[in-house]
């Protein structure tokens, strides 16, 4: 049989007299250092809703579900914890910096799982004549802060600039086939406006 090293022996004497390494919970609350990466949490006021936290998520553990049906249509991004491999991926593409963030959690067994979900919900805007999904409200407004005047090249952009300033438009109005090349300047998504450019076109020949 070996003998103890000397080191050995000396740790394991320092061990008798010393504290231990482990904490005491659960019976004692305990903190995590500063950099641990605990449970991600969504932050409403710093989302903007553009779904990048979800597409870098590689353990699928972000779910982004677009509700279109009804007349209010919503995106909701949910996280779950229980997939989570807190890599902290989703917070350092968040294109804010303030939507997703890492928090300290680490006590995340729940019995229903609706107890540790974080979720975020916006509204959005589609295609007055396809329903297809163009952004959220949110999301659109932050680009046009970020490309200031560019923004008035862009006919959806420009519409959510009226909208903010109380400017009357025909947001509202329900897009009637077929789409005429007035209708670009109308919240359509870039399918539908080349749609009405070439219709156009056809028509002048
Ligand atoms: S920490 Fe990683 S695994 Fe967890 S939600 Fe964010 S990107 Fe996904
Ligand atoms: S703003 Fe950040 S947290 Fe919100 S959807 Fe985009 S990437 Fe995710």
């Known amino acids: 049989m070996k003998k103890p090293k000397i080191r050995e022996l000396k740790e394991a004497v320092k061990g008798i007299f010393s504290r231990p390494y482990t904490t005491k919970f659960p019976y004692q609350p305990h903190t995590p250092p500063p950099r641990y990466r605990g449970k991600p949490e969504y932050y409403e006021e710093g989302c903007v809703g553009c779904g990048a936290c979800f597409q870098v998520c590689s353990a699928n553990a972000i779910d982004m579900i677009d509700n279109t049906e009804k007349g209010n249509p919503i995106r909701t991004l949910i996280q779950h914890p ?106 359509v998504c870039p399918k539908c406006r080349r749609i009405a450019f070439i219709s156009d076109e056809k028509k002048e020949k």
């Open 82 to 187: 229980s997939k989570c491999i807190f890599c902290r991926e989703c917070e350092r593409n968040c294109i804010t910096g303030e939507g997703i963030k890492l928090t300290q959690r680490f006590d995340i067994a729940y019995v229903d799982e609706e107890d540790v979900l974080s979720s975020v919900k916006h509204k959005l805007i589609t295609c007055l004549y396809c329903g297809t999904v163009i952004g959220t409200e949110k999301h659109l407004r932050w680009v046009l802060k970020r490309i200031g005047n560019l923004g008035f090249a862009q006919p959806v952009l420009l519409s959510q600039l009226m909208e903010e300033l109380q400017v009357k438009t025909e947001y509202e109005e329900k897009g009637v086939p077929p789409i005429q090349r007035t209708d670009m300047l109308k919240v």
